[in-house]
Nanobody
C-alpha cells in the first residue's frame, strides 16, 4: 500500500515562505510525476505544481515565479518551496503521485494559512 505523508505547512505572514515536503512509502513500481494540488476556501481542487522524472515542471499561473517544485527520486519525495506567499495561497495542499502504471495516490492534505 502506498502512502504519501506531507509536512511543512502552517501559518505564515504575507510575503513569507514555507517549504512543503512529501515522502511516498510502500511499493511503487515507477513514478511518472509527482506534484501538489490545492483546495482553497470556496474554490475547486486545482493543480499548483508538478514535476516529472526528467525534472520537467508545470506550474499554475498564479504561483509562477514564486513557487518551486523539486523531487528526490531516490526517496520518492517531492518538495514545494513557496516564497512571497499571498493570502490567496491559503488552502489545503495535497501531495499527488502518478505512477507509470497509471495509478494515482494522494496525501491526506496539509493546511497552509497566509495571514497577518
Amino acid at each position: 500500500q502506498v502512502q504519501l505523508v506531507e509536512s511543512g505547512g502552517g501559518l505564515v505572514q504575507p510575503g513569507g515562505s514555507l517549504r512543503l515536503s512529501c515522502v511516498a512509502s510502500g511499493t511503487i513500481t515507477s513514478v511518472n510525476y509527482m506534484g501538489w494540488f490545492r483546495q482553497a476556501p470556496g474554490k475547486e481542487h486545482a493543480l499548483v505544481a508538478a514535476i516529472d522524472g526528467e525534472n520537467a515542471t508545470n506550474y499554475a499561473g498564479s504561483v509562477k515565479g514564486r513557487f518551486t517544485v523539486s523531487r528526490d527520486n531516490a526517496r520518492n519525495a517531492v518538495y514545494l518551496q513557496m516564497n512571497s506567499l499571498k493570502r490567496e495561497d491559503t488552502g489545503v495542499y495535497y501531495c499527488h503521485l502518478h505512477s507509470s502504471g497509471g495509478r494515482e495516490y494522494w496525501g491526506k492534505g496539509i493546511v497552509v494559512t497566509v495571514s497577518s
